[in-house]
C-alpha cells in the first residue's frame, strides 16, 4: 500500500502518479492523483463514510463507481460555483476540489438526525401523509412540520448566488450516432467509420474503454486497455468519426434526435474565460447505435447500506482504473458468476478473499473452479442476511438460504455484492420502445426498435467479452449499410477466449437472520426498503407508479438505477404475479442529472424579437412617458409633466435640468456584447478602425466599425473588463448586426482566433446619469471612490451598487458632454438601482430624461448616430478620419482608400443653426446654395440635414447635416430647403459642437 493514501495499490489503476492533486472533503486535506474520481481519491485515504442517508440518516459509504451511485452525494466548490448533490464517483478530482458531505448536523459523524433511526418504525413510508393530513391534523400543523421534515430528509443546497458560468449549444448532424464508449460501442463506431459513415461516439466517462479499464480481459494479444487504446487511435485517425468524452446522452426525442450535455470545464479547477462551463448538444442521426452497457444490481439483505458494502464490480473498477483496494478483507456475495471475478482481482491485487457467498446451489463453471484453485472458499445455496459494524463495516453473518443449517459470521471489512446485470435500457424505451423481460436473465431487455435505432453489447443483453465485440461490429455495419455505407473487405474480429458462465438465479430478498428483523434496503438513496414495499402493497398502491410515489423509490437522484427492478420484483411476488404483469415506471429525460443552466444555454432573458422592454419598462409607464420604438425596443420618448406639454417643451425642460443639474437616462437598449478569449484584444483590432491591444485593463475606447467596403458600419464604446475578457457597446439598431458580423468573422474569416462572442444586451440594465450633480448621485450608491484620480473619464471597473451584494459595473463615459457615468446592473435589479439613483439625486432635482433629450444633448455636442450612420458616409466625412490606424489592418482599410470616399468634395458633417433662431431645421431637408434659392427647379443638392433639435443653451434650433466642403464653409449661410410644406430657410454653418467643444465638462 502506498504512503498516506493506505489504500492505494502499487502498479495498479490508469492514473497519473506523477501529478498529484489536493483536495478537502470536510475540511480535511487529502491527496489523490491526475485520473482519480473523488470517490476513488477519498477511498485511497481510507476514508469510508462518505454521507448520511436521506430520511433516517444511517451512515452510508461509496457504493458503485458510476452514475448510479445511491450514497456518495456531496457538495463541490464553493461561493457561487457551489454544486450539491453531485455523485462522487464521477466527480473527477482537479488540484484544489473542495468537497463537503450533505444532510448531516453538525458534522458527519456525529449527526444528530441520526437519532431518527430510534423511531424508524414510526416513520415508514408514507407517514406524513397520515400525521399531518389525517382527520386530526390541520393545514397549519403540516405547515409547520413540513420545514422540518425537508431539512432533515433534504439532500444539498444550492448556494443561492447567481450562476457564474457559461453554458453553450452545438447542432451535429451524421450518419451513426454511437452511445457509448465501451467495447461494443468502440466496435460498432470503428465498424461504421472504417465503412466511411459519419460517425459521432459520445461517452459519459472521461476515459473510453468502459468495463475494459475496469476488468482484467486479453483481447487477441492485447490486454483490455491497450486494445482500447489502439482501437481509440485508429478512430482519431479516420476523418469521418468524432469523439466526444464527459458527454452523456441524456434524452431520446422524435425525429431521431438525441439530447447530450458535454462537460467541457468541471474537470477544471476554474472555467476558463474562454470556455463555457457545460455545452448542449443536439445530435440528428440517420442511425442510432445504443452502446450504453449495463448496471449492476445489488442484493437485498439485513442491514446492506454499511459504509464498506459495494457493487462487485465498483470493486474491480477501483483496483483496475484507480488503483485503489477498498478493503483488505473481502467476502463477495452473489448469484451470478460475474462477481467470482472480484474475488480474484481482490487477492491480485494483494487482499484476501474470504468466501463467496453464492446464492446458486450448485453452480457450475471454468470462473468458479478457477477461485476455488485459489483457496477462496465458495459458500454455494448460502446468502448474507445480516452486517456488523456502524461507520464501517466488521463481519457479516452467513446463512443457508433453506434454513438447514446454522449461520456464521465471517470478520471483513468490505462486501462485494453482486444480483446482476441490468441493461441500461432507459434511452430505448425513451423511444416508446418498451422493455422485455428475460427470465434466464433476469433482466429487461430493449423493446422492439420504434425509431432508426439498434442497442448492442451488455445494452442488448449479451454479456460476454466475445458476443459484446461481435455485436458491437454487426451493428456499426448494418448501421453504416442503412446509410449507404459499406466496407469492401472482410474484417476479422479479434480472438477473446470463450466464457460459459453458469446461469443466474434471482434473489429479489434475502432471508431474515435466525434473530431479529433488521432493515432491508432497495433503495439506498430514498431509504426505501423492503418492508415499505409490502407496507405499499397492503394498503393497496400496488401499481408501479403508485408504488414509486407512496415510498419514493426509485425517486432520487439515481432515478432507481439500483433499486427500481428489486423493488418490482418483490411487489410482483406479492401480488402472485410474474414480474412482466406488474410492468415497469415510465423512463423520463434525463438519463442522469443535468444543470439548468445547460439547458438554458445563452437564451436567457428576453430573447425573442417581438417588444423587448426594458426592466424599468413598468417605472417609465407609471410616469406617463410617450414611447416610441428603437430598433427591437420600446423606449420612453419623453416624460410629460401635464398633459399639455408638447414634445419639444418636454425635451427642451428635461436638457435643460441635466445640464445644469443632473439627469438619469435608461440606455439598456445599447447593444451589449461579452468578448473573451486569449485572442479578443487580436480579434477587436481587426474589427474597429483604432488600436484596442493596448487598452489597459479598467479602461474604455471609443471605437469606430466600417463595412468591408469602406463605409462606417456602427460605433460605440468597448471596455476591457480583465486580461481576456471586454464587453462592447453598440447603437441600439445595429445589436442584432453587429452581433451577427462578429460571429460571422470568428466563424467564417477568423476561425482561429481564441475568442468567444456573446450578446448580453437583455442580461443587464443599463442607466446613465450625467449633469454636473452626477458623481454626488452616482457616489451615493457605489462602494468605489468616484473622484477624478480615482476613476477618471473613460474608467471602468466593477463595484457593488445599493448593496454590498449586488454586483454592478460603472463606466465614466458620456453621450452628452457632461460629467456623466454609466451604470450596469443585472436585469432583475435594473428597477431596483433605477429607483435607489431617483432617491438619491431628489435633493439634486433629478431628472429623467428619454430618447428625444438624449439625442438632442448628442446633437449639441456632435456625436453621430444612426442618423449619420446612414452606410453612405465614411469616417472622414463624420469627422472622424484620424480614428483611422495607420499602424494596423482592419476590416475596411483597404477599400476605404478608395479615391471615390476620399474625395475633397465629399458631404462631410457640419453644424447648422437658423439665421433668425427661432425656425426649426426639419430632418431628411436638402441643402441648397442661398443664392439658388429663386433659381428654376432643379438645383443642386449640396448636403442634407441628418438631425435637428433645440439647445437651451444657446437658446435656438440646431441641427447636423452633411454638406460639401464641410467645415471649410463655416460661417457660410446655405438655403436648407423642405419643398413638400414649401419650408426654406436660411442657416449659418457652424462647427457641429455647440456646446462645451473643448470638452471640460465630461472631464469634470
Not at 440518516?57 to 463507481?65: N, Q, T
Not at 466526444?244 to 439530447?259: C, Q
Not at 459504509?307 to 483496475?320: H, S, W
Request: proline letters at 6%.
Amino acid at each position: 500500500m502506498s504512503g498516506n493514501q493506505p489504500n492505494r495499490i502499487p502498479g495498479f489503476g490508469r492514473i497519473g502518479r506523477d501529478e498529484p492533486l489536493r483536495f478537502t472533503f470536510d475540511g480535511k486535506a487529502y491527496t489523490g492523483y491526475k485520473g482519480d474520481t473523488l470517490a476513488s481519491a477519498l477511498l485511497a485515504n481510507g476514508v469510508k463514510l462518505v454521507g448520511r442517508s436521506f430520511k433516517y440518516h444511517r451512515p452510508r459509504g461509496v457504493f458503485s463507481a458510476g452514475v448510479e451511485e445511491p450514497n456518495a452525494l456531496v457538495a463541490l466548490r464553493e461561493g457561487a460555483r457551489r454544486e450539491p448533490n453531485t455523485r462522487a464517483t464521477v466527480a473527477e478530482l482537479f488540484d484544489g476540489l473542495v468537497a463537503e458531505s450533505q444532510n448531516r448536523s453538525p458534522n458527519l459523524k456525529y449527526d444528530i438526525q441520526s437519532l431518527n433511526q430510534a423511531i424508524a418504525r414510526f416513520i415508514p413510508a408514507g407517514f406524513y401523509y397520515k400525521t399531518f393530513m389525517g382527520p386530526f391534523a390541520n393545514t397549519r400543523l403540516w405547515m409547520f412540520f413540513e420545514k422540518i421534515i425537508r431539512k432533515s430528509a433534504g439532500m444539498g443546497t444550492a448556494s443561492g448566488e447567481a450562476d457564474p458560468d457559461r453554458y453553450d449549444r452545438m447542432h451535429a448532424h451524421c450518419d451513426v450516432l454511437v452511445i457509448g464508449g465501451g467495447a461494443a460501442g468502440l466496435s460498432a463506431a470503428l465498424a461504421a467509420g472504417e465503412a466511411g459513415a459519419r460517425v459521432i461516439l459520445v461517452d459519459e466517462t472521461p476515459r473510453l474503454g468502459g468495463r475494459l479499464n475496469q476488468d482484467v480481459y486479453k483481447i487477441g494479444d492485447l490486454s483490455g486497455g491497450e486494445w482500447v487504446e489502439q482501437t481509440v487511435a485508429k478512430l482519431i485517425a479516420l476523418p469521418t468519426v468524432k469523439l466526444l468524452t464527459r458527454t452523456t446522452a441524456f434524452g431520446y426525442y422524435d425525429g431521431n434526435l438525441i439530447g447530450a450535455v458535454e462537460r467541457v470545464s468541471d474537470h477544471l479547477p476554474e472555467t476558463p474565460v474562454h470556455l463555457p462551463r457545460q455545452r448542449w448538444w443536439r445530435f440528428r442521426a440517420k442511425q442510432v447505435i445504443l452502446a450504453t452497457g449495463a448496471t449492476e444490481q445489488p442484493l437485498v439483505f439485513g442491514n446492506n447500506d454499511r459504509p464498506g458494502i459495494m457493487l462487485a464490480g465498483a470493486v474491480r473498477a477501483y483496483i483496475n482504473e484507480y488503483g485503489v483496494l477498498p478493503g483488505r478483507r473481502a467476502v463477495i456475495f452473489t448469484n451470478n458468476d460475474d462477481a467470482y471475478r472480484t474475488a480474484l482481482d481482490v487477492i491480485n491485487a494483494g487482499g484476501a478473499a474470504v468466501a463467496v457467498v453464492d446464492a446458486r446451489k450448485n453452480p457450475r463453471s471454468t470462473l468458479i473452479d478457477h477461485t476455488r484453485g485459489k483457496g477462496v472458499t465458495v459458500l454455494t445455496g448460502h446468502a448474507v442476511v445480516n452486517t456488523h459494524g456502524h461507520f464501517e463495516l466488521q463481519a457479516v453473518d452467513v446463512a443457508p438460504i433453506d434454513g438447514d443449517g446454522a449461520a456464521r459470521r465471517l470478520d471483513c471489512d468490505l462486501l462485494a455484492i453482486s444480483g446482476g446485470w441490468q441493461p441500461n435500457v432507459h434511452l430505448s424505451s425513451q423511444t416508446g420502445a418498451k422493455p422485455v423481460w428475460n427470465d434466464k436473465m433476469n433482466c429487461f431487455l430493449p423493446g422492439t426498435p420504434k425509431r432508426p435505432e439498434a442497442s448492442a453489447g451488455a445494452a442488448a443483453g449479451r454479456f460476454t467479452l466475445a458476443a459484446v465485440l461481435s455485436d458491437g461490429h454487426a451493428r456499426g455495419t448494418q448501421a453504416a449499410a442503412l446509410t449507404g455505407h459499406s466496407l469492401d473487405r472482410e474484417v476479422r474480429l479479434p480472438r477473446v477466449d470463450a466464457e460459459t458462465p453458469a446461469p443466474s438465479e434471482a434473489l429479489w430478498e434475502a432471508p431474515d437472520p435466525a434473530k431479529g428483523h433488521p432493515k432491508k434496503f432497495v433503495d439506498h438513496q430514498d431509504d426505501v426498503s423492503a418492508d415499505d414495499v409490502r407496507l405499499a402493497h397492503r394498503e393497496g398502491y400496488v401499481s408501479v407508479e403508485h408504488l414509486k410515489r407512496y415510498t419514493t423509490l426509485g425517486m432520487g437522484t439515481d432515478q432507481g438505477k439500483t433499486s427500481n427492478i428489486t423493488g418490482l420484483a418483490i411487489m410482483a411476488k406479492l401480488r402472485g404475479q410474474p414480474i412482466p404483469a406488474v410492468g415497469t415506471t415510465t423512463f423520463r429525460p434525463p438519463y442522469t442529472p443535468i444543470a439548468i443552466g445547460a439547458m438554458g444555454g445563452t437564451e436567457r432573458g428576453q430573447h425573442y424579437k417581438p417588444r423587448r422592454r426594458s426592466p424599468m419598462h413598468d417605472w417609465h409607464q407609471e410616469r406617463g412617458c410617450e414611447w416610441i420604438p428603437a430598433g427591437l425596443w420600446d423606449r420612453p420618448r419623453h416624460y410629460p409633466l401635464t398633459p399639455n406639454e408638447t414634445l419639444r417643451q418636454a425635451y427642451v425642460r428635461e436638457t435643460k435640468q441635466t445640464r445644469q443639474s443632473v439627469g438619469i437616462c435608461d440606455v439598456t437598449t445599447l447593444g451589449k456584447i461579452d468578448i473573451q478569449g486569449p485572442d479578443a484584444a487580436e480579434f477587436l483590432n481587426r474589427v474597429y478602425t483604432n488600436g484596442f491591444a493596448k487598452l489597459p485593463v479598467g479602461k474604455a475606447r471609443y471605437g469606430l466599425m466600417l463595412r468591408e467596403d469602406g463605409q462606417v458600419y456602427d460605433d460605440g464604446t468597448t471596455s476591457r473588463l480583465g486580461e481576456n475578457h471586454y464587453v462592447m457597446t453598440t447603437t441600439t439598431a445595429n445589436a442584432v448586426t453587429v452581433m451577427a458580423k462578429l460571429e460571422f468573422y470568428l466563424q467564417a474569416v477568423w476561425p482561429d482566433l481564441r475568442v468567444k462572442v456573446v450578446s448580453v444586451t437583455e442580461q443587464y440594465a443599463a442607466i446613465a446619469l450625467a449633469g454636473p450633480n452626477s458623481r454626488k448621485v452616482m457616489q451615493k450608491i457605489v462602494d468605489i471612490d468616484l473622484s477624478d484620480d480615482a476613476f477618471p473619464f473613460m474608467a471602468c471597473g466593477p463595484c457593488h451598487a445599493v448593496t454590498d451584494t449586488l454586483r454592478a459595473r460603472l463606466f465614466r463615459i458620456s453621450f452628452s458632454g457632461e460629467l456623466a457615468y454609466e451604470i450596469n446592473v443585472p436585469s432583475d435589479y435594473g428597477r431596483f438601482v433605477w429607483d435607489a439613483l431617483m432617491d438619491a439625486g431628489a435633493e439634486f432635482g433629478i431628472v429623467p430624461y428619454g430618447l428625444e433629450a438624449l439625442g438632442n444633448m448628442r446633437i449639441e455636442k456632435g456625436h453621430v448616430a444612426g442618423a449619420e450612420l446612414d452606410g453612405r458616409t465614411t469616417a472622414d466625412d463624420l469627422g472622424l478620419g484620424k480614428m483611422l490606424s495607420a499602424q494596423k489592418p482592419f476590416v475596411g482599410k483597404a477599400l476605404a482608400q478608395r479615391p471615390g470616399l476620399t474625395a475633397p468634395t465629399r458631404k462631410k458633417l457640419v453644424g447648422l443653426v437658423p439665421v433668425d433662431g427661432k425656425t426649426a431645421l426639419p430632418n431628411g431637408s436638402q441643402i441648397i446654395e442661398l443664392a439658388d434659392r429663386d433659381k428654376p427647379r432643379p438645383v443642386k443638392m449640396i448636403g442634407n440635414v441628418s438631425s435637428n433639435g433645440f439647445s437651451p443653451e444657446l437658446d435656438t434650433p440646431i441641427a447636423l447635416g452633411l454638406l460639401e466642403g464641410g467645415l471649410a464653409r463655416e460661417g457660410d449661410t446655405v438655403l436648407v430647403a423642405y419643398p413638400l410644406k414649401n419650408l426654406y430657410i436660411p442657416a449659418t454653418v457652424r462647427n457641429p459642437h455647440f456646446v462645451d467643444p473643448e470638452g471640460k465638462r465630461l472631464h469634470g
